[in-house]
């Protein structure tokens, strides 16, 4: 069993451990209207480039990203060797320039 807890919450704890927290994978959300929802929320960024998002889907959540004033993130969903894709880490990358904000963050995500 996993312990629960709502995104409002979770987007909190984030904030107040002194992180930034990031909507990971929305494709898997199911529904971009729930993704806009959860947006409202003080989220910092979204997971634009996934290995499950096509690139219709990462123009999307890109331009939400950038509606919403919000960091760009990407994943490779690597969760060590199997056969589940991808099967190596490094698969899925972003831009250096997506990354640095991170370590410098704007005034509104700290």
Same mark, same amino acid.
């Given at each position: 069993?996993?312990?629960?807890?709502?995104?409002?919450?979770?987007?909190? %704890?984030?904030?107040? @451990?002194?992180?930034?927290?990031? !909507?990971?994978?929305?494709? !898997?959300?199911?529904?971009?209207?729930?993704?806009?929802?959860?947006?409202?929320?003080?989220?910092?960024?979204?997971?634009?480039?996934?290995?499950?998002?096509?690139?219709? +889907?990462?123009?999307?959540?890109?331009?939400? @990203?950038?509606?919403?004033?919000?960091?760009?993130?990407?994943?490779?969903?690597?969760? @060590? %060797?199997?056969?589940?894709?991808?099967?190596?880490?490094?698969?899925?990358?972003?831009? +250096?320039? %997506? @990354?640095?904000?991170?370590?410098?963050?704007?005034?509104?995500?700290?």
């Amino acid at each position: 069993p996993h312990y629960r807890i709502q995104p409002n919450e979770a987007v909190d %704890l984030i904030r107040g @451990a002194g992180g930034v927290p990031v !909507l990971a994978h929305p494709k !898997l959300v199911g529904d971009d209207q729930m993704v806009e929802h959860l947006l409202s929320m003080p989220f910092g960024g979204i997971e634009v480039f996934y290995p499950q998002h096509n690139e219709e +889907d990462t123009a999307r959540y890109s331009d939400m @990203a950038k509606s919403h004033g919000l960091l760009m993130t990407g994943g490779s969903d690597f969760h @060590a %060797l199997s056969t589940r894709f991808p099967e190596k880490l490094g698969v899925v990358t972003i831009d +250096d320039d %997506l @990354a640095k904000p991170f370590f410098h963050p704007p005034k509104a995500l700290e």
